[in-house]
């Protein structure tokens, strides 16, 4: 009976890895499991029907019944004694037959998921113990308001800001039409998972510093101690949010007293309803410098849930055929979904944008990471390959980023606005923000580089862009 429950379990991880090999690109890694962990009800539901509701699936499914009845058979066929040892080879056989069809992923599925969770374990312990030092020397006068606005999963080739056919930034471009939106043309995001990118965007550690990202502060409390009152709403961690599966790094009771001055409790529906936090925020500053930080839900996967059909419902699947990549009825409707989603993202971002327009603020939108929406195979998400292909690069990588400057900061800092307009040609690494903002800011730490802010002239264009999973 031991026996059978070893083999079930490890029959169990192995088809999970199965799965995710082929479909996700990837077998059991620390990242992987920190995926798995951190993904919340309403993603789950989006991974069900981006992964499990699809022919793909139920071919997968029908493998395995397919190999639990072989393995049945061998179990009656077999000699009967001694059997300890005969379904110990059974568990071999398929151990050697994962291996070749999987060279890239060594061992076994028990011993990869084993050192995940190792891996994975080692990942909390040093999120727990990031660096606290922020070395502040001084702070001379910048904006009022500094605003990052962190977007999800926002394709750059499904924004009409960069040119896309279908009109799905018409809020965005008509700021830039006024002259207080810039988008930089040239943006890689250095991962294609949130919690990643999250850990690169809130700390001063780029992905090719010289020392481990737990050696290295989160900006915020930079900020915070150089006197910014810094405010972080998530639209999809709440404060509330202490589920051990939910558990990101600036969960941390400790690091949170540290960055941040206020934080969100609720989450909402719809990313509209952040603009309710900002009134929130506006009442307890009291006129002191701010640091505002929003982490919107924006195109994730499954798009159809991240915005109100009754109003932005404007792209239909007719506007799309004949695909260049499918004729299939429910792809196309993830593409106009996804489309319609980056509209409703197109209101949202605008409306936080023309909130401080009356006030001496900057706002820097960019997306976490990019999506493939069935733009040049059958595919919607982000894989996890270990030699990922240029079209992969392109779709899943390449980030929209942008920065509106309101007309009163813009007529009392014209520099500033030169400095924006001349460096929106260059090749940027998003994990280098911290030093555009902290440049932006004033506040003088030795954590600063000038050489990774984009917008001074001596920021280091021949920086080699690097990518992982």
Not at 268 to 292: F, Q
Request: some cysteine; overall charge negative.
């Amino acid at each position: 009976m031991p026996f059978r429950v070893v083999f079930a379990l490890y029959a169990v991880v192995t088809a999970i890895e199965c799965f995710l090999c082929l479909f996700v690109g990837s077998g059991f890694t620390p990242s992987i499991l920190t995926f798995l962990l951190q993904t919340d009800v309403s993603e789950s539901h989006g991974f069900v029907h981006a992964y499990l509701i699809n022919k793909r699936f139920v071919l997968y499914v029908g493998v395995l019944l397919l190999v639990c009845v072989l393995v049945w058979c061998l179990n009656v066929l077999l000699p009967r004694e001694p059997v300890p040892e005969t379904r110990l080879w059974i568990v071999v056989m398929l151990s050697a037959i994962f291996a070749l069809a999987f060279p890239s992923y060594p061992y076994t599925s028990v011993s990869r998921m084993l050192m995940s969770t190792y891996g994975y374990c080692q990942s909390r312990h040093q999120e727990r113990d990031i660096c606290a030092d922020t070395k502040v020397r001084s702070a001379r006068a910048g904006p009022q308001v500094i605003v990052l606005v962190i977007g999800e999963a926002f394709s750059k080739h499904h924004s009409s800001l960069y040119g896309y056919e279908k009109q799905t930034n018409p809020s965005l471009e008509a700021l830039k039409a006024t002259g207080n939106l810039y988008p930089f043309y040239d943006v890689m995001a250095p991962y294609n998972k949130t919690h990643m990118m999250l850990k690169e965007l809130l700390s001063v550690h780029s992905v090719d510093s010289p020392m481990p990202w737990s050696s290295y502060p989160l900006w915020p409390q930079i900020f915070k101690e150089a006197g910014y009152h810094v405010s972080f709403v998530s639209n999809q961690v709440p404060f509330t949010d202490r589920r051990a599966r939910q558990s990101f790094f600036f969960q941390n009771k400790a690091v949170e007293q540290r960055c941040f001055d206020y934080r969100n409790h609720d989450m909402y529906r719809y990313d509209e309803g952040i603009l309710n936090e900002l009134e929130s925020i506006s009442s307890i500053c009291d006129n002191s410098r701010e640091l505002t930080i929003l982490h919107l839900k924006g195109q994730h996967i499954y798009a159809t849930y991240n915005f109100p059909h009754e109003r932005f419902s404007v792209f239909q699947p007719s506007d799309y055929l004949p695909h260049k990549i499918s004729v299939d009825v429910r792809q196309v409707q993830e593409v106009a979904d996804y489309d319609n989603a980056t509209l409703f993202n197109d209101y949202v971002v605008s409306s936080i944008m023309r909130w401080y327009q009356g006030r001496s603020a900057i706002v820097v939108y960019l997306s976490d990471h990019g999506e493939e929406v069935h733009d040049y195979r059958e595919f919607l998400g982000r894989s996890h390959e270990d030699d990922p292909t240029p079209e992969a690069i392109k779709y899943q990588f390449q980030v929209p980023f942008m920065i509106y400057v309101s007309d009163v900061y813009k007529q009392s800092n014209p520099q500033v606005v030169e400095r924006i307009i001349a460096a929106q040609g260059r090749k940027f690494m998003s994990d280098d923000l911290p030093h555009m903002l902290l440049g932006l800011s004033g506040i003088s730490t030795d954590w600063y580089d000038a050489d990774r802010d984009i917008l001074k002239a001596d920021f280091d264009t021949t920086r080699v862009r690097i990518f992982g999973y």
